[in-house]
Nanobody, 121 residues
Framework: QVQLVESGGGLEQPGGSLRLSCAAS????????MAWYRQAPGKERELVAR???????NYADSVKGRFTISRDNANNAASLQMDSLKPEDTAVYYC???????????????WGRGTQVTVSS
């Protein structure tokens, strides 16, 4: 059993910063890619940022230069530093990790339940 728990969302003014965290727990053997997605009301879920198991980072064009994804392999954790926030960043943010469990099952995508980020004055 694997669980991902996000934290750090909230209400922030335009131009401000927030830091999201995601911690994985359970029978984890290894973690491949870690990523953050977001879903705004009435829109499809979209990829925000991704970091591979060797540290290669990719970002959506809309957040390049403002958001930074990091991973902490020792603690099975990921974070998303969000700076220069804009109202259009308002969404529920979800953490995704590709995990192999102790039973050496094939790599499987696990999702967190999401954390709300609201950018408004």
């Amino acid at each position: 059993q694997v669980q991902l728990v996000e934290s750090g969302g909230g209400l922030e003014q335009p131009g401000g910063s927030l830091r999201l965290s995601c911690a994985a727990s359970g029978s984890i053997f290894s973690i491949g890619a870690m990523a953050w997605y977001r879903q705004a009301p009435g829109k499809e879920r979209e990829l925000v940022a991704r970091v591979s198991n060797v540290g290669i980072r990719n970002y959506a064009d809309s957040v390049k230069g403002r958001f930074t994804i990091s991973r902490d392999n020792a603690n099975n954790a990921a974070s998303l530093q969000m700076d220069s926030l804009k109202p259009e960043d308002t969404a529920v943010y979800y953490c995704l990790m590709t995990i192999r469990t102790m039973g050496l099952s094939p790599p499987t995508d696990y999702w967190g339940r999401g954390t709300q980020v609201t950018v408004s004055s």
